[in-house]
């Protein structure tokens, strides 16, 4: 399994560390619409862009599937997070994540389940291993780069 570039892994670092400080500070309770706004905007204050319920276009072969699937955060166009406020997450959750890694050609994504009691326990960190590693691209949303 390649790690992403330092880059994204210091990017990275910072989206645990807030979502810790996040879980820590408010404990598990809150919507996942809530949990994702206040996350969304501590990155954004640490000068980090992310982008909210961002609509994907999924690209297989030569299909193109408009705004297949929505992100519940993407962080400086490389980190697919998704947010959950449930009792526990099931393998789904990450399929779901490692499918958006896949179609968008992003390198690196999390599940963060801010419903349980532990942080640690609500975590899980995805690598795409097909995605380019030091350069990766915004899969067919390409045209919403600029927007």
């Given at each position: 399994?390649?790690?992403?570039?330092?880059?994204?892994?210091?990017?990275?670092?910072?989206?645990?560390?807030?979502?810790?400080?996040?879980?820590?500070?408010?404990?598990?309770?809150?919507?996942?619409?809530?949990?994702?706004?206040?996350?969304?905007?501590?990155?954004?204050?640490?000068?980090?862009?992310?982008?909210?319920?961002?609509?994907?276009?999924?690209?297989?072969?030569?299909?193109?599937?408009?705004?297949?699937?929505?992100?519940?955060?993407?962080?400086?166009?490389?980190?697919?997070?998704?947010?959950?406020?449930?009792?526990?997450?099931?393998?789904?959750?990450?399929?779901?994540?490692?499918?958006?890694?896949?179609?968008?050609?992003?390198?690196?994504?999390?599940?963060?389940?801010?419903?349980?009691?532990?942080?640690?326990?609500?975590?899980?960190?995805?690598?795409?291993?097909?995605?380019?590693?030091?350069?990766?691209?915004?899969?067919a949303n390409q045209?919403?780069?600029?927007?």
């Amino acid at each position: 399994m390649m790690e992403p570039d330092p880059r994204v892994d210091a990017i990275a670092r910072l989206v645990v560390d807030t979502a810790f400080r996040l879980h820590r500070d408010l404990g598990p309770g809150l919507l996942e619409s809530a949990y994702e706004a206040l996350l969304s905007a501590k990155l954004v204050s640490l000068g980090l862009n992310v982008d909210r319920q961002l609509p994907v276009d999924a690209v297989f072969e030569d299909v193109v599937l408009p705004a297949a699937y929505k992100l519940d955060l993407l962080v400086e166009r490389c980190i697919v997070i998704e947010i959950k406020s449930v009792e526990r997450t099931t393998p789904a959750h990450a399929k779901q994540v490692l499918t958006y890694l896949k179609l968008g050609g992003f390198p690196l994504g999390f599940v963060i389940n801010f419903g349980t009691p532990m942080f640690k326990d609500g975590i899980k960190r995805l690598i795409n291993n097909s995605a380019p590693l030091a350069s990766w691209r915004l899969g067919a949303n390409q045209k919403n780069q600029n927007a």
